[in-house]
């Protein structure tokens, strides 16, 4: 039962992450009449949601469930494409981006909880970081189907491409009424109102980490690293297309870096199988800095090469992440810890992307990604001392 659960699973995350838009967005919004300042907004609307709501809405997959969460989650990407689809003005696409965002925290901590909990229940914790590369394969070749179609889709109009959304989004309800949520530890009620009971959920959360600091240097340099790539993602397509690249090859580069995620997030488990999680942790951090290294200074293809690498390290490292943070984590509290790790990480993204951005204005790309070279070594080789310093005092 547990095993159809988790196939279930798989089925809702395909439909889920089927949104046509998602390399065509900023072209449609342009055809609408925003202006590149607006687009801009919108985008720190949808992740200023993100920083407000991600810890609530972890707190009502652990108070209340994981299929609720999933389900109002699944309500609000409706409301994106519905919006979108209707809107032609700002501020009904400021309801669509921050139903979006919406979405994003509802979902995000909920199904890696759902899917651990399932297999804890059926004593397979062992095989979580197979079970989740599975679903970042699935999500991934999703999102890469969505992109690939999208194209097609709008070249016949814009309805198709949203209305499209709207029905694989009802689509995606008919596995998640299927699947069945498991038991999980409730926390205790305290009495009083109900916000009282959300502030002691958030504190259970705190105390996870204060109580648990072997898991604080994989949290923050996985926040580091993350960040660092949402940026490259975003602004490598403008940064290629400087360095003499057509659209085509760009649009290929991007379609091999989510093909190659998913081949990385299957074979995540069997590495993990193969070396320890801290070695893993380090190696991979040199690893990225090289890389990162070889992305600013080197010429021609080892520039699209070393992007690749980049973006596979994470792909790779992210489910071994959850898997090893996820055991120090009681099923009460498992999504709202994942959503204050969410909530960081998209707060670190608000501040850097705009900043970043403001600097390659004014400097060119090479000189802001040094920047951002340097401040990413400087976050995390200075965390990683600090840390050793403490280690070595407590001894």
Known sequence: ????????????????????????????????????GEIGIL???????????????????????????????????????????????????????????????????????FAYDTLKQEKREKDYTRVIGSMTAISLLSLSLAKFLGGFMAEISWEVVYGSTILTHVLAVIPLLFMKEPE?????????????????????????????????????????AGAVMVIMVFYGQEYFIQLGYSPMVVG??????GLLGVVMAKIAYKVEERFAFFNILYYGLGLFLVFFVLFIFATDWAILLSFLILAQLLSLFEPIFSSFVQKFLQSNIRSTFLSLIGLMESFVIMISFPLFGFAIERTGFTDGFSGLLVIFFTLAGGYLVVQRLKVQRNK
């Not at 290929?252 to 870096?257: D, M, Q, R, S």
């Open 252 to 257: 290929a580069v991007f379609t091999i870096e």
């Open 43 to 113: 985008e720190a609307l949808l992740h200023l949601a993100i920083v407000l709501f991600e810890v609530p809405t972890g707190m009502i997959a652990d108070l209340y469930g994981r299929k609720i969460s999933l389900f109002i989650g699944n309500v609000f990407s409706l409301l994106y494409a519905l919006f979108m689809l209707m809107s032609g003005s700002f501020s009904l696409f400021t309801l669509a981006f921050l139903s979006m965002g919406l979405m994003v925290t509802f979902h995000s901590g909920a199904e890696q909880a």
């Open 1 to 36: 039962m547990k095993k159809n659960t988790i196939i279930l699973l798989y089925f809702y995350l395909f439909f889920a992450q089927l949104f046509f838009d998602r390399a065509l967005w900023v072209i449609y919004l342009g055809d609408k009449g925003m202006t590149f």
């Open 184 to 224: 999980r530890e409730k926390t205790e009620d305290i009495g009083g109102r109900w916000y009282h009971q959300w502030v002691h959920q958030f504190k259970l959360g705190v105390a996870v980490w204060r109580n648990n600091p072997v898991i604080h240097q994989p949290v923050v340099l996985f926040i580091l």
